[in-house]
């Protein structure tokens, strides 16, 4: 079975700082993807960053990067100069390549403070 | 841009009621998910939705939930008898491919059973 976990359930950095926020998932499956979403409050769940299982490269999406170790089994996801608007609940989800269902962590709160 | 939209945001049922949730994905998706995020939980697959028939279900759609895409254009979703416990935020998404491509996740219908 596929699990996502997300250690840190509330987060704060001062704008303009970097974060990372944690996520490690266990499966079996050889090639997978990884993803990270952003809720901000009160609207809806919008991509932040996805990784290919398969890439070595770490993706990367302006501000956001990730830190794929594939041997560990973690993907946290770095914000630098953080801003007020990253504020949100983050979620980090996986996918396996024949599966046809997203595996949510439980949700790290970011704040960011002015 | 382009984006899954859901009606009702909010409703409020009497237990033993049925519900139908309402979802319009993007319109050159194919793939349709719902998904549920009790409060405080982490946020769980419902079930996949391809060619007009499921693809995928979880254990928590059982037999009182069910879904449909009666017009090309709306995805719905039903609960039959609705129980306390199926007090939730409920998520549509579509993506165009399967689900190793990124989901677009509508705003949530929050649904209290009481």
């Known amino acids: 079975a596929q699990t996502v976990t997300q250690s840190q359930p509330e987060m704060s950095v001062q704008e303009a700082e970097t974060v990372t926020l944690s996520c490690t998932y266990d499966t079996s499956e050889s090639n997978y993807y990884l993803f990270w979403y952003k809720q901000p409050p009160s609207r809806q769940m919008i991509l932040v960053i996805r990784q290919e299982a398969y890439k070595q490269q770490n993706a990367t999406e302006n501000r956001f990067s990730v830190n794929f170790q594939k041997a560990a089994k973690s993907f946290s996801l770095k914000i630098s100069d953080s801003q007020l608007g990253d504020t949100a609940m983050y979620f980090c989800?996986?996918?396996?390549?024949?599966?046809?269902?997203?595996?949510f962590g439980t949700g790290t709160s970011l704040t960011v403070i002015p | 841009e382009p984006e899954v939209t859901q009606t009702p945001s909010h409703q409020v049922t009497q237990m033993g009621q049925e519900v139908i949730l309402r979802c319009v994905p993007i319109s050159n998706h194919l793939y349709f998910y719902w998904y549920r995020q009790i409060l405080g939980q982490k946020v769980e697959f419902l079930v996949s939705f391809y060619n007009n028939e499921i693809s995928e279900k979880s254990e928590i759609f059982d037999d009182q939930f069910s879904v449909e895409r009666p017009d090309g254009s709306n995805f719905t979703l039903k609960i039959r008898s609705t129980k306390l416990e199926d007090s939730a935020m409920y998520f549509c998404?579509?993506?165009?491919?399967?689900?190793?491509?990124?989901?677009?996740f509508g705003p949530g219908t929050r649904l209290l059973v009481l």
């Open positions: 989800a996986f996918t396996s390549n024949t599966g046809n269902q997203f595996y």
């Open positions: 998404a579509s993506s165009v491919r399967g689900v190793k491509e990124t989901q677009y």
